[in-house]
């Protein structure tokens, strides 16, 4: 793509997140949300493969959709309490919508469907912008809004998406949709805590941005989108498999890595907040994403497939990308938990 | 405590950038440095409670033990794996190094804990080294199965657990062991706190392995590398006695009646765990089955919560700990002469390792527990507190007794007296290196016969 085109089209991706968070005014928070969609979907499209526009036409009619339907409940709560201001929903009918609509934007069961299909159109890097940027405009309303939203409500999006998360991951060989259903998994503990601790989610959201970042790095580094070329990523950077295997491990929260950090603390605020049963079943959940996380594991790191593969030493040639941020990301995806009370005092 | 947990970090340093010539030298020497210090903490300045110098990481008479044989541990890991890591290039023996001098460090921190949510990591940290040592240096195929059972039992068992020590963390305001031990009494009394009490043992439960969920270790140690099955049962088994030790002391008294399934599963398990052993081909297959009902006595006397039944399951776990990685060396050996670890192939090798011979006899003596070694002790202990609390155990325990003398011996019959088949006759004599090996295990058994009191917990 021309590159002033895409840095255009970046620059007004990165435009409509941002006046969605600066916004006090549905109507303005809308045109950001939907000035993001359009930039975006060219983006998506740019390779012009079937798949691709596929991808980019199911992503927009959703967020279309989502983005209708909070002008809808926008105009619904300027109707009947001639508020427009975000933090001033009062009616219960808006503030269901609203949830609605937002949970569309970011993929929430039961309103995940289009996850996992728009992922796999889609190449590695705007794969990544999809799970990670995405994700902030939608959330940065979710948490603004979620005191006067149901709580039960929000927690029935919680636990299904965690749920959902686990069981549809369970069955995919393509890369990309088991990264889509992982985020969907992700979502659903970021949403189950907003009404306790706001912060919480906050922090898992940073924390899933760094792990979802090392994971498709990794993918765009070793040009792998399959369970069975991912096998063979070992002739490609050894050192690569190693610490991608602690970063699937991370996704799956496993302590001592960072991918704990966000679980353990939103499994405190629900025991604090008297929820133990919720608290065992999200952790209980989390467990069958980490079965294909393992899986993951298994295939890239700890057995080498018997696949035909021509050489054994690409790992000699070094690779044209650039490799900084991966190492960044990666780093902090392992060893971020002993800074666990630093993070906490940065987002209180 | 520092003056040990220090120099096993720098240990990876030191692993990585020896030249490939001293490598297995600077380890295993290094890490036997390591283990002697850690000898010193046997000497402890208090009587009862934490000896420490800070609040996070401390030593007593019920973890200085179990903290000793984990570092006297690491340099007979290093030495077992000698011989069938070294074809291997050289950065992937020091990845190896590195996960169990990692294992190592993760179990310090553990039994060091004073913090029940530190506890709790660090035993959970412990999953992510031994999964890897099973999975990718395991010798069949089955070893990623032995690898899936092996997390997912333990997490599904410890992620209740989280919830648990939150639950606690939020009724008693703290989580330090140090604090806890001096706060009420839980008012325990409805069905939530029923489950919160099966939470905060089931984790332990599982990983001691109770007989109902121990589907996990049969797989993991027999799939697992000789470093890893040592490990596996010499250590981290006794991470889940060492917690549910810990545990106990804040259950009271709903232990009372709740333990009650639980002590009958650890006391049946025992019997169907040895007469599976009788029946079993796989050598490391029967050691672990062996493991299994060691363990089942263990959680029963743990289980008990009397003075004699806590003294009596730590010298059962330090002296299990020593004898089954003795057994799982020896098994090694023979696994590394035929490849195979089908008993009936390697047989009647009195006549050809004598003493080797001697090692399988004093290890088998110690499994089915021989006075005065330091097994028959433990179990004796916790047989007569068993009895104590209801005559009728001694039906299973007694029976259990006769059916560990059954399998130790079965295995030695099996493995050392009998006709010596031709296949084996030119089979590669015991290296100097597997013969130290044995006496590092055994000879501690045997000199704990002298002096008890190291191993038998504040409760004397």
Not at chain 2, 161 to 188: D, E, I, K, R, W
Not at chain 2, 202 to 220: E, N
């Amino acid at each position: 793509m021309n590159p002033y085109r895409r840095a255009t089209l970046l620059c007004s991706v990165g435009l409509g997140t941002t006046l969605t968070f600066a916004s006090s005014h549905w109507l303005l928070a809308w045109m950001g949300l939907e000035i993001n969609t359009l930039a975006i979907t060219p983006l998506m499209a740019q390779h012009h493969h079937p798949r691709a526009v596929e991808a980019t036409t199911k992503y927009f009619l959703t967020q279309a959709t989502a983005a209708a339907m909070i002008l809808f409940a926008s105009t619904t709560n300027a109707w009947m309490t001639g508020e427009w201001s975000i933090n001033d929903l009062s009616n219960p009918i808006a503030s269901t919508m609203f949830m609605a609509a937002l949970a569309l934007k970011i993929g929430l069961a039961p309103m995940h469907f289009w996850m996992p299909e728009v992922l796999q159109g889609l190449d590695l890097l705007t794969g990544l912008i999809l799970s990670t940027w995405q994700k902030l405009a939608p959330l940065a309303l979710i948490i603004q809004t979620a005191q006067t939203i149901d709580p039960l409500l929000l927690t029935l999006l919680g636990i299904s998406s965690t749920l959902v998360g686990g069981w549809g991951g369970l069955n995919q060989t393509q890369l990309r949709k088991i990264l889509a259903y992982s985020s969907i998994a992700h979502m659903g503990w970021m949403i189950i805590v907003i009404q306790y601790a706001p912060q919480l989610t906050l922090i898992a959201l940073g924390t899933y941005i760094i792990m979802t970042s090392a994971a498709f790095l990794t993918l765009k580094m070793s040009l792998t989108t399959k369970i069975s070329t991912l096998a063979t990523t070992w002739s490609k950077s050894p050192i690569l498999t190693s610490t991608t295997a602690l970063v699937l491990l991370s996704l799956g929260g496993l302590p001592p890595l960072t991918g704990f950090m966000p679980k353990w603390l939103i499994l405190q605020e629900l025991t604090k907040q008297d929820l133990p049963i919720i608290a065992t079943a999200m952790a209980l959940t989390a467990l069958i994403s980490l079965y294909f996380y393992l899986r993951l594991l298994y295939a890239m790191t700890l057995t080498i497939s018997p696949n035909m593969i021509n050489s054994t030493t690409p790992w000699r040639t070094q690779t044209t990308q650039t490799s900084l941020p991966l190492a960044l990301f990666t780093t902090a995806a392992l060893g971020l938990l002993p800074m666990a009370p630093a993070i906490l005092m940065l987002t209180t | 405590m520092l003056k040990v947990l220090i120099p096993t970090i720098m240990l990876f340093p030191t692993i990585w950038l020896t030249s490939p010539k001293w490598l297995w030298t600077t380890t295993t020497a290094h890490s036997l440095l390591i283990a002697s210090i850690s000898l010193t903490w046997l000497k402890w300045t208090s009587e009862t409670g934490w000896t420490s110098s800070n609040m996070y990481l401390a030593k007593g008479p019920l973890l200085t033990p179990l903290l000793v044989l984990t570092c006297w541990l690491l340099p007979l890991m290093i030495l077992a794996s000698q011989n069938h890591i070294n074809p291997e290039p050289i950065s992937r023996e020091r990845l190896y190094i590195t996960l169990l001098a990692l294992l190592q460090t993760f179990l310090i921190m553990a039994f060091g804990a004073t913090e029940i949510i530190m506890f709790y990591i660090m035993f959970e940290a412990t999953l992510i080294p031994t999964l890897i040592i099973i999975t990718r240096w395991g010798n069949q195929t089955e070893r990623l199965n032995a690898g899936t059972y092996f997390l997912f039992y333990t997490l599904a068992g410890s992620l209740p657990l989280l919830v648990a020590l939150l639950l606690l963390q939020q009724s008693t305001g703290t989580l330090s062991m140090l604090v806890l031990q001096y706060s009420q009494p839980l008012q325990l009394n409805s069905w939530g706190h029923m489950f919160w009490w099966a939470g905060c043992l089931i984790a332990f439960l599982v990983k001691m392995p109770l007989y109902g969920v121990h589907l996990w270790l049969p797989k993991a140690h027999v799939e697992a590398p000789v470093a890893g099955s040592m490990v596996l049962a010499a250590v981290l088994l006794k991470l889940g006695g060492y917690g549910m030790m810990r545990m106990m002391v804040m259950l009271d008294p709903l232990s009372k009646e709740l333990a009650y399934p639980f002590i009958i599963l650890a006391l049946w398990g025992i019997i169907m765990t040895g007469s599976i052993c009788l029946r079993q081909t796989d050598l490391k297959s029967l050691i672990a089955y062996s493991s299994v009902s060691h363990m089942g006595l263990v959680a029963g006397g743990i289980l008990i919560q009397t003075p004699w039944g806590f003294s009596g399951a730590i010298i059962l776990m330090i002296a299990h700990g020593l004898v089954s990685s003795a057994l799982f060396c020896l098994a090694n050996t023979a696994y590394e002469r035929t490849h195979s670890r089908t008993m009936i192939l390697a047989r009647g090798l009195q006549v050809i390792f004598p003493l080797t011979a001697v090692w399988w006899f004093i290890a088998n003596l110690a499994n089915l527990a021989l006075p005065p070694l330091p097994n028959l002790m433990g179990e004796l202990m916790i047989i007569t507190t068993l009895f104590n609390w209801s005559p009728w155990t001694i039906l299973l325990t007694g029976l259990g007794t006769l059916i560990t003398a059954g399998y130790s011996l079965y295995m030695f019959l099996m493995s050392q007296r009998g006709p010596t088949p031709n296949h084996i006759m030119g089979l590669q004599p015991f290296h100097t290196r597997e013969h130290l090996l044995m006496t590092l295990h055994l000879i501690p058994v045997i000199l704990l016969v002298t002096k008890p009191e190291l191993m038998w917990g504040w409760c004397y």
